[in-house]
C-alpha cells in the first residue's frame, strides 16, 4: 500500500483512520538514506591517528584495539595515574596477543605509534577523536567544547551509553562534526558498534566512522540518536518482563533462565544480570525509563532496586540472583511441563519483539540492522524481528493481546506498527 497516497485520500474523505498511519513505511526505510547498518555514503577521508579521551575501562581498551589495527594513537586522561596504568596494561596485553601470534607485527613496534597526553592539545593531529570520558552530560559538553577548536580536522565521536548525542554537539559552533561510536564492553572483542547520528551529524561524520568500525574489525549499525539506541533499548524486556514474572512468583530465577536458554539464548536474564552486574543493567533501565519520560513499559523492578540496596550486585560482589564462589547456589531448575515453559518463554519473547517493533516503527533503525545489532550487541540467538516471523506474527500479537486484556497495563499494548502488519497478513517485518 503505498501510505502517502492513501494519506492524501484520507484528508480528502476527512478523518479515516488512514489519515494516522505514518508517511513512511517501515519497508521503505532500509532504501531510505535515515539508517542503514553500513552507513549511506563512503568516506571521504583516510583515518590514520586517533585520538582517545578517558583512559579507563572503554578508552583503555579502544586504544589497544586501535594500535593492534595499525592505528597511531594517542590516550588523553585527566589522571596522570589513570593515563600510566592504562598504558602499562595495553602494553602487556600487546605482549601476550604478540606471544600467541595474534598481532600482524611486533608489540614494540606497534607501541612505537601509541602516546600518552595529560593536555588535550596533545590530540591535536588526530583524525578522529573518541571520547570515552565519565558519563556525565557537562563534562563530555565542556571536553567537546575544547576539542573542537584543539582538533581543528577532526571528526569527534563519542562512546556514550545513555547520553543524546545531539545534547553532547549541542552548542558548538559546528556540531556535524560529532557523532556516536558506541562500542561494548570489552572493545577489544565484542563485535558491535552503533554509529549513532545525532540532529546535525553529518553524512561524512557517519561514514568515517562506520568505516573506522570495519577497519577496526567490527561490524557498525548505523542507527538514530533515541533514548538507548538500539540494544539498550530493545533489550530492556528481556530482563525486565523475567523480573516482573519473578515478582508475580510465577517462576523461580533458575527456572526462568533454563527455560530462556532452552529456546537458544546462551545465558537466561538472571545470570545474564549477574553477568553485567545488577548495579550496570539497573541503571540502564533507569536512564532508558527517565529518557522516554517514565513510559511505563521501560519501568524498572523494585527487585532490582532492592537488590541493588543491599550491594547483592552479581558475580562482582560474589552474590546476585545466584551465590557465586565457594556458595555456588542451587540452579536447579524444578521440572515443569512444556506447555508451561512456552508460555514463559514466548511472554518474554512477545515482550522482546514488540519492542524491537516499536523501535522499527520510530525509525531508530531498518529491520535487518535491529536484528543485527541485537544478534552482535547482546548474543541473541536470532535477531528479535526475524523471530517474530518465525513464532508467526499473528501469534505474537495474540500473546500481547492477552497479556493486555489480562493485566489492563499500557506496557503490554501490542504496538500498532505490529497490528497493521498481521491485518495486511504481512509475514514478515523484512522486505523479501
Ligand atoms: N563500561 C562499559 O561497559 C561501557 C560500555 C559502553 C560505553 N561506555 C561509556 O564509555 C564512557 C566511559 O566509560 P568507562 O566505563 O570506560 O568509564 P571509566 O570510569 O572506566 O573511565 C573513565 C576515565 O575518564 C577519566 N576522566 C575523568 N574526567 C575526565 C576528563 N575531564 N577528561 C578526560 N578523562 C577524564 C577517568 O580518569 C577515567 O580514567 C562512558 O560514557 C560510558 O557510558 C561504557
Same mark, same amino acid.
Given at each position: 500500500?503505498?501510505?502517502?497516497?492513501?494519506?492524501?485520500?484520507?484528508?480528502?474523505?476527512?478523518?479515516?483512520?488512514?489519515?494516522?498511519?505514518?508517511?513512511?513505511?517501515?519497508?521503505?526505510?532500509?532504501?531510505?538514506?535515515?539508517?542503514?547498518?553500513?552507513?549511506?555514503?563512503?568516506?571521504?577521508?583516510?583515518?590514520?591517528?586517533?585520538?582517545?579521551?578517558?583512559?579507563?575501562?572503554?578508552?583503555?581498551?579502544?586504544?589497544?584495539?586501535?594500535?593492534?589495527?595499525?592505528?597511531?594513537?594517542?590516550?588523553?586522561?585527566?589522571?596522570?595515574?589513570?593515563?600510566?596504568?592504562?598504558?602499562?596494561?595495553?602494553?602487556?596485553?600487546?605482549?601476550?596477543?604478540?606471544?600467541?601470534?595474534?598481532?600482524?607485527?611486533?608489540?614494540?613496534?606497534?607501541?612505537?605509534?601509541?602516546?600518552?597526553?595529560?593536555?588535550?592539545?596533545?590530540?591535536?593531529?588526530?583524525?578522529?577523536?573518541?571520547?570515552?570520558?565519565?558519563?556525565?552530560?557537562?563534562?563530555?559538553?565542556?571536553?567537546?567544547?575544547?576539542?573542537?577548536?584543539?582538533?581543528?580536522?577532526?571528526?569527534?565521536?563519542?562512546?556514550?551509553?545513555?547520553?543524546?548525542?545531539?545534547?553532547?554537539?549541542?552548542?558548538?559552533?559546528?556540531?556535524?562534526?560529532?557523532?556516536?561510536?558506541?562500542?561494548?564492553?570489552?572493545?577489544?572483542?565484542?563485535?558491535?558498534?552503533?554509529?549513532?547520528?545525532?540532529?546535525?551529524?553529518?553524512?561524512?561524520?557517519?561514514?568515517?566512522?562506520?568505516?573506522?568500525?570495519?577497519?577496526?574489525?567490527?561490524? =557498525?549499525?548505523?542507527?538514530? &540518536?533515541?533514548? #538507548?539506541?538500539? @540494544? +539498550?533499548?530493545?533489550?530492556?524486556?528481556?530482563?525486565? /518482563? !523475567?523480573?516482573?514474572?519473578?515478582?508475580?512468583?510465577?517462576?523461580?530465577?533458575?527456572?526462568?533462565?533454563?527455560?530462556?536458554?532452552?529456546?537458544?539464548?546462551?545465558?537466561? =536474564?538472571?545470570?545474564?544480570? &549477574?553477568?553485567? #552486574?545488577?548495579? @550496570? +543493567?539497573?541503571?540502564?533501565?533507569?536512564?532508558?525509563? /527517565? !529518557?522516554?519520560?517514565?513510559?511505563?513499559?521501560?519501568?524498572?523492578?523494585?527487585?532490582?532496586?532492592?537488590?541493588?540496596?543491599?550491594?547483592?550486585?552479581?558475580?562482582?560482589?560474589?552474590?546476585?540472583?545466584?551465590?557465586?564462589?565457594?556458595?555456588?547456589?542451587?540452579?536447579?531448575?524444578?521440572?515443569?511441563?512444556? /506447555?508451561?515453559?512456552?508460555?514463559?518463554?514466548?511472554?518474554?519473547?512477545?515482550?522482546?519483539?514488540?519492542?524491537?517493533?516499536?523501535?522499527?516503527?520510530?525509525?531508530?533503525?531498518?529491520?535487518?540492522?535491529?536484528?543485527?545489532?541485537?544478534?552482535?550487541?547482546?548474543?541473541?540467538?536470532?535477531?528479535?524481528?526475524?523471530?517474530?516471523?518465525?513464532?508467526?506474527?499473528?501469534?505474537?500479537?495474540?500473546?500481547?493481546?492477552?497479556?493486555?486484556?489480562?493485566?489492563?497495563?499500557?506496557?503490554?499494548?501490542?504496538?500498532?506498527?505490529?497490528?497493521?502488519?498481521?491485518?495486511?497478513?504481512?509475514?514478515?517485518?523484512?522486505?523479501?
Amino acid at each position: 500500500m503505498n501510505h502517502l497516497h492513501s494519506r492524501t485520500n484520507g484528508c480528502v474523505k476527512g478523518f479515516a483512520v488512514a489519515n494516522l498511519t505514518p508517511v513512511i513505511d517501515w519497508r521503505q526505510m532500509s532504501q531510505t538514506s535515515t539508517s542503514n547498518e553500513t552507513g549511506a555514503h563512503g568516506p571521504t577521508r583516510t583515518v590514520a591517528a586517533i585520538g582517545v579521551v578517558g583512559a579507563g575501562t572503554m578508552g583503555a581498551g579502544i586504544a589497544e584495539l586501535a594500535l593492534t589495527k595499525g592505528f597511531r594513537v594517542a590516550l588523553y586522561d585527566v589522571s596522570p595515574e589513570q593515563l600510566a596504568k592504562a598504558q602499562a596494561g595495553i602494553a602487556r596485553n600487546l605482549e601476550k596477543l604478540g606471544a600467541k601470534g595474534k598481532l600482524s607485527a611486533d608489540p614494540a613496534d606497534l607501541l612505537m605509534h601509541f602516546v600518552g597526553v595529560t593536555d588535550l592539545h596533545g590530540l591535536a593531529g588526530a583524525d578522529v577523536v573518541i571520547e570515552a570520558a565519565p558519563e556525565r552530560l557537562d563534562l563530555k559538553k565542556s571536553l567537546f567544547s575544547q576539542l573542537e577548536t584543539m582538533c581543528p580536522r577532526a571528526i569527534l565521536a563519542t562512546n556514550t551509553s545513555t547520553l543524546l548525542v545531539s545534547a553532547i554537539a549541542g552548542g558548538l559552533a559546528d556540531p556535524s562534526r560529532v557523532v556516536g561510536m558506541h562500542f561494548f564492553n570489552p572493545a577489544q572483542v565484542l563485535p558491535l558498534v552503533e554509529v549513532i547520528r545525532g540532529e546535525e551529524t553529518s553524512e561524512e561524520a557517519v561514514a568515517v566512522v562506520a568505516q573506522l568500525s570495519r577497519d577496526l574489525g567490527k561490524t =557498525p549499525v548505523v542507527c538514530q &540518536d533515541t533514548p #538507548g539506541f538500539i @540494544v +539498550n533499548r530493545v533489550a530492556r524486556p528481556f530482563y525486565g /518482563e !523475567a523480573l516482573r514474572l519473578l515478582g508475580e512468583r510465577v517462576a523461580d530465577a533458575p527456572t526462568i533462565d533454563a527455560i530462556m536458554r532452552g529456546v537458544g539464548f546462551r545465558m537466561g =536474564p538472571f545470570e545474564l544480570m &549477574d553477568l553485567i #552486574g545488577l548495579d @550496570v +543493567n539497573f541503571a540502564s533501565t533507569v536512564s532508558v525509563y /527517565e !529518557a522516554f519520560f517514565h513510559d511505563p513499559k521501560y519501568r524498572p523492578h523494585p527487585i532490582q532496586a532492592r537488590m541493588v540496596a543491599a550491594g547483592r550486585l552479581g558475580r562482582k560482589t560474589g552474590k546476585g540472583f545466584y551465590e557465586y564462589g565457594e556458595e555456588q547456589s542451587e540452579r536447579l531448575a524444578p521440572e515443569v511441563s512444556l /506447555e508451561f515453559a512456552e508460555r514463559i518463554s514466548t511472554r518474554i519473547l512477545a515482550m522482546l519483539i514488540n519492542e524491537a517493533v516499536s523501535a522499527l516503527a520510530d525509525g531508530v533503525a531498518d529491520a535487518r540492522t535491529i536484528d543485527t545489532a541485537m544478534k552482535l550487541g547482546t548474543n541473541y540467538p536470532r535477531g528479535p524481528l526475524l523471530w517474530a516471523s518465525e513464532l508467526g506474527l499473528p501469534r505474537v500479537l495474540a500473546v500481547l493481546t492477552e497479556l493486555h486484556e489480562e493485566y489492563g497495563e499500557d506496557r503490554y499494548r501490542p504496538h500498532p506498527l505490529l497490528r497493521r502488519v498481521v491485518k495486511a497478513g504481512e509475514p514478515s517485518f523484512y522486505q523479501e
